[in-house]
């Protein structure tokens, strides 16, 4: 079993920046990609962001050139870094990770969420 757990989320004004953390720990032999997807009230889970084990990131047009991911494969850990914050950014944002268990089976995991609520 494999546990992730987002951090960072909060209220901010428009404008304004966060950093998400999500770290997983479990069973765990190696991490393939990790993402970062969000959900707004009445709409459907978008994929916001996602990284390769070898650092290269992706990003939704809607935040390209705003948003930044990264990762630490040493501590099990991706990062998503928030600048330039709309209102139209507000969700609760998931992270997900690939996962290659010690005995070699693969499975994707999602955390509980975290929210960010952008104010005008």
């Known amino acids: 079993q494999v546990q992730l757990v987002e951090s960072g989320g909060g209220l901010v004004q428009a404008g304004g920046s966060l950093r998400l953390s999500c770290v997983a720990s479990?069973?765990?032999?190696?991490?393939?990609?990790m993402g970062w997807y969000r959900q707004a009230p009445g709409k459907q889970r978008e994929l916001v962001a996602d990284?390769?084990?070898?650092?290269?990131?992706n990003y939704a047009d809607s935040v390209k050139g705003r948003f930044t991911i990264s990762r630490d494969n040493a501590k099990n850990t991706v990062y998503l870094q928030m600048n330039s914050l709309k209102p139209e950014d507000t969700a609760v944002y998931y992270c997900?990770?690939?996962?290659?268990?010690?005995?070699?089976?693969?499975?994707?995991?999602w955390g509980q969420g975290t929210q960010v609520t952008v104010s005008s």
């Open positions: 990284i390769t084990s070898g650092g290269i990131g």
């Open positions: 997900k990770a690939g996962v290659t268990h010690v005995a070699r089976s693969r499975t994707d995991y």
């Open positions: 479990g069973n765990i032999f190696s991490i393939n990609a």
